[in-house]
């Protein structure tokens, strides 16, 4: 037994447009009645999701149209803007404090997490942001930050051997 949805899906999957017969052997309905497939093309009737046409003795139901573009609306599946500005901003927040949580970032920013996860992401992948695990602490940081703390563990190091 098939969902509404199922039945709408089979329908659009067919180019919009399908007669009463198809759906039964999409279904595997045999020749005897079935209640369930009438109910759920009643119901997406009701919905004004699709429109029944009769012909002869032939029932056909078509989908409304904007179903038929309702994939290909708005941006395609994975593509994500990134705004270079934001990046900067994300950016110019690390290097001022140096290392921060994700929390401690996130509340200095103003931003929902939706926005921020996607630009800290995009800067991950780009190496321009740090990521580092410390048990239950994940830290972010630059690699300006991590070069200026080496530089001065090996200053400090290295100032016992002068003379």
Known sequence: MATQEEVLQAIVENNGAVSFKQLKER?????????WLPQRLR?????????????????????DPDLLEFESRG????SIRINACMERKLLKVLRE????????LRVALGWDD???????KSLLEKNMVIEWHTGTVTLYFTPD???DIINLYYEKLYSNFQC
């Open 75 to 78: 941006r395609p599946a994975g």
């Open 114 to 120: 939706k926005t921020f996860s996607k630009y800290l």
């Open 97 to 104: 404090r140096k290392i921060l949580t994700k929390w401690q």
């Open 145 to 147: 930050t991590l070069n």
């Open 27 to 35: 279904f595997g309905i045999g020749k005897s009645g079935s209640s």
């Open 43 to 63: 119901s997406l009737e009701n919905k004004k999701l699709i429109y029944r046409l009769r012909i002869g003795n032939e029932t056909f139901f078509i989908a």
